[in-house]
């Protein structure tokens, strides 16, 4: 499939998930609506990961969508991804200042001029306010930490593929503690995941990736993560065969984010970081393309995981 074909093929599968209703459409490339029955879809899926994961002992937190920009900034994501964040700026002028923003709005001009970043960042990755919350408790006990959370996410990747979308959810397990402690959490969740997976009845792959980080730095970065494994994805196709979407992340962060947040193991060495991410528009898309639009007509094995 060349490039045209399957860019076309994202446009068509798209307009069919909004001529079904499972999808509304805003104006705006990335960003939708969801039916009633898309939701259905993702609560059971995210009810799922429970019963894969609950027994862990995790401990939930819920952030809303956004970060501290302190935290932001320090975690160097405008480092490796500064095309993809978003910052979210409120208008901090004078009166004289909103006469002006009004009429340049009238007249169809900018208006965006005036406005200043708050102390707020849209929340790139649902893992991003976990280890600044658990570097500021002091150093891990001897156990580590699992932590489970649940997030809508922001990145600036407007797409007409329905599966890449601007505002997404996102439930991440993050585990903290020795480089032992998180690899083996890293194996578990690839096992688990492939399992998890299957018994919904779709075709999966689960391969290295990278992420997609800016420039020609970027590039060295990406090499660098995909020779050392440290990013996992589960692929399975909903636009096209030849490229897979990642529906699932296992990423190994090493101490990347101890080293940032000066996160400290109970022996007092650098606390290593991973996190699996589920993406759950991604997996409510790839159940309706393989499984159909209506879950009433969805294999029997498939109904009976996800509603029991
Ligand atoms: P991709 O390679 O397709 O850009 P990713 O590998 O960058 O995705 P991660 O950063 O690992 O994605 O995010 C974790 C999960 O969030 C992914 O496995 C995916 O399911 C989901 N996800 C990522 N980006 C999007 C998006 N733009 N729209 C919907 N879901 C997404
Ligand atoms: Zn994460
Ligand atoms: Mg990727």
Known sequence: ?????????????????????????????????????????????????????????????????????????????????????????????????????????????????????????????????????????????????????FSYCFRHEPSIDPARMQLFRMREYIRVGTPEQVMEFRETWLRRGREMMGSLGVPLDIDVANDPFFGRAGTMLSNNQRDQKLKFELLIPITSEEKPTACLSFNYHQDHFGHLWDIKTADGGVAHTACVGFGMERVALALFRHHGFDVARWPAPVRSVLWG
């Open 1 to 149: 499939m060349n490039m045209i074909d399957s860019v076309s093929a994202q446009e068509a599968y798209r307009d069919e998930l909004v001529a079904a209703g499972l999808l509304i459409p805003t104006g705006v490339d990335g960003l939708y609506g969801r039916s009633g029955m898309f939701e259905e879809v993702v609560e059971r899926f995210d009810a799922l990961v429970t019963v894969w994961g609950g027994a862990d002992g995790a401990e939930v937190m819920r952030f809303p969508p956004a970060l501290n920009r302190k935290y932001f900034e320090e975690s160097e994501y405008l480092k490796s991804f500064p095309h993809l964040a978003g910052t979210i700026h409120s208008f901090a002028g004078d009166e004289r200042a909103h006469r002006s923003l009004l009429r340049r709005l009238e007249e169809g001009q900018d208006w965006t001029e005036d406005q200043v970043a708050t102390d707020v960042v849209m929340t790139p990755a649902a893992c991003y306010p976990v280890y600044p919350t658990v570097a500021a408790r002091g150093p891990l006990p001897e156990e580590g930490r699992l932590i489970d959370v």
